[in-house]
């Protein structure tokens, strides 16, 4: 494992010909996305983003906005965008990746190859999620044991949901109140994914494509709003992912 800044190389392949850039859940780590490492066609090389507040950067003060995770991402993201490059985001990863292709093309940076969008609303769309953030934290973490993605032995885990709750608060605080203006067209090839026991409705997913230029390409896998988590369809998702024109 190497870290680039900001970023986690769980297997660094120096002969890689594009970079996988990943941005977890809210709440998450670089460490969801450890598994796909070693499932990774030889030319693609895996970078995750590390959040403030957790893992390495634990000392590290948590992101208390989108702006504030913008300007983290930014001091890195131009490092690792040097060769061909696809963006895949998860909930609100989806949203992170979204705000950097935007930030690309205003200061005409290298476009991603292909975006992928994962279990996220179009990123104008308000009362995109339940709001649970202003919870106390029993209730907080109790919907989050509702929602799934997180792992029972942490959530009941009282001594390391002191500390991990603030921050996982903040995150869901940024993905409840976020939406962007509606501006222009961006020239990507993008693909939108969803678990087909996701709250998130086909015309939801639909309007994705008011995002980008090309029509993007649509796919629903077993599973609820965390259907990454699913070993059984991982090997298909990387592949829908990886396929051409990144190959």
């Given at each position: 494992m190497s870290v680039n800044g900001r970023f986690v190389c769980y297997k660094p392949n120096a002969t890689a010909k594009v970079?996988?850039?990943?941005?977890?859940?809210?709440?998450?780590?670089?460490?969801?996305?450890?598994?796909?490492?070693?499932?990774?066609?030889?030319?693609?090389?895996?970078?995750?983003?590390?959040?403030?507040?957790?893992?390495?950067?634990?000392?590290?003060?948590?992101?208390?906005?989108?702006?504030?995770?913008?300007?983290?991402?930014?001091?890195?993201?131009?490092?690792?965008?040097?060769?061909?490059?696809?963006?895949?985001?998860?909930?609100?990863?989806?949203?992170?990746?979204?705000?950097?292709?935007?930030?690309?093309?205003?200061?005409?940076?290298?476009?991603?190859?292909?975006?992928?969008?994962?279990?996220?609303?179009?990123?104008?769309?308000?009362?995109?999620?339940?709001?649970?953030?202003?919870?106390?934290?029993?209730?907080?973490?109790?919907?989050?044991?509702?929602?799934?993605?997180?792992?029972?032995?942490?959530?009941?885990?009282?001594?390391?949901?002191e500390l991990c709750t603030p921050y996982i608060k903040s995150d869901y605080s940024i993905v409840e109140d976020y939406c962007s203006e509606k501006k222009y067209k961006l020239s990507v090839s993008s693909i939108v994914l969803s678990g087909m026991d996701d709250e998130i409705s086909d015309n939801e997913l639909a309007e994705w494509g008011d995002v980008f230029s090309q029509v993007p390409e649509i796919h629903s896998f077993p599973g609820g709003h965390f259907f990454i988590n699913n070993d059984n369809v991982l090997d298909d998702i990387i592949s829908l992912i990886t396929k051409q024109p990144c190959e």
């Open positions: 970079n996988l850039i990943c941005f977890p859940f809210a709440g998450g780590s670089a460490s969801v996305f450890y598994p796909w490492a070693a499932r990774l066609p030889a030319h693609i090389q895996l970078l995750a983003y590390q959040p403030p507040g957790r893992a390495q950067r634990m000392a590290e003060p948590a992101c208390m906005s989108i702006q504030d995770y913008m300007d983290d991402i930014w001091q890195d993201i131009k490092s690792i965008t040097d060769k061909p490059f696809i963006l895949f985001g998860h909930s609100m990863g989806a949203l992170l990746a979204y705000e950097v292709i935007k930030k690309l093309d205003v200061h005409k940076i290298y476009m991603p190859v292909k975006a992928v969008f994962s279990a996220a609303k179009s990123p104008w769309k308000n009362n995109r999620a339940k709001l649970i953030s202003h919870l106390r934290d029993n209730d907080f973490i109790n919907e989050l044991k509702i929602k799934g993605g997180f792992p029972e032995q942490i959530l009941n885990n009282k001594e390391l949901m």
